[in-house]
């Protein structure tokens, strides 16, 4: 079974430009959920969605952080415009569903370096 | 106070040593447990779910306390291959508002050496 994939795996930018990052999560699974994991420190859930809804975004920044899942299935998280701060890798996770029964599957992630 | 605690190490411990982590949550509610391992430049991956009665998968042992709000891993006879960060992680779960939310730990980092 294919697992969650994202791209691109490597990004770097310079502060106050546009970057944009894409999940595929695993076939027929419903939830999804974006995580910014800084260096030295564990994921933290910035937003979820259940199909094409959004469950919590409560720690999402808002005035620069965004994320769709329109279709119910691709997500993309976008950051405008980047801080240094925003230095981290970004990892895209799937459930079947929301229960706390459904395991998490997380991608690989994508290392964000803002210069 | 961060809702979940642990002490990041790192602990250097020869192969075929018994290692304990231990680890601290802030909100009784919690309702789910779990250790994650996450190897260097790697995702995290679930070890294995904590229960109150304690469970054990080979080598690897979990145990929860609700009063302490205490959860802990033991790894017996370690490997060379158990090298990784140790993530404790706690989930509200869907009655409080949490939806399937994972709150990870600082992660504790563990080196096995020959």
């Known amino acids: 079974e294919a697992g969650v994939a994202q791209s691109p795996r490597y990004k770097i930018i310079e502060k106050r430009q546009s970057v944009a990052f894409w999940c595929n999560p695993i076939s027929g699974h419903a939830t999804l959920y974006w995580y910014q994991q800084i260096l030295g420190q564990g994921p933290k859930l910035l937003i979820q969605f259940q199909n094409n809804g959004v469950v919590d975004d409560s720690q999402l920044p808002k005035d620069r952080f965004s994320a769709e899942r329109l279709k119910g299935v691709d997500s993309t998280l976008k950051i405008q415009p980047a801080k240094l701060e925003d230095s981290a890798v970004y990892l895209c996770?799937?459930?079947?569903?929301?229960?706390?029964?459904?395991?998490?599957?997380f991608g690989p992630g994508t290392r964000l370096t803002v210069t | 106070r961060k809702e979940v605690e642990q002490d990041p190490g790192p602990f250097n411990v020869p192969e075929g040593a018994t290692v304990a982590f231990n680890c601290t949550y802030s909100?009784?509610?919690?309702?789910?447990f779990f250790w994650y391992r996450q190897d260097c430049r790697k995702e995290p991956k679930l070890l294995m779910s904590?229960?109150?009665s304690g469970n054990e998968d080979g080598r690897f042992t979990a145990q929860l306390n609700r009063a302490s709000q205490y959860i802990s891993l033991l790894i017996r006879d370690s490997k060379l291959s158990d090298s990784a960060t140790y993530l404790c992680?706690?989930?509200?779960?869907?009655?409080?508002?949490?939806?399937?939310?994972?709150?990870f730990g600082t992660g504790t980092q563990l080196k096995v050496e020959l």
């Open positions: 904590v229960y109150s």
């Open positions: 996770a799937s459930s079947f569903g929301l229960a706390v029964l459904y395991e998490q599957y």
């Open positions: 992680v706690v989930n509200l779960g869907l009655g409080a508002g949490g939806g399937n939310k994972l709150t």
């Open positions: 909100n009784s509610a919690s309702q789910s």
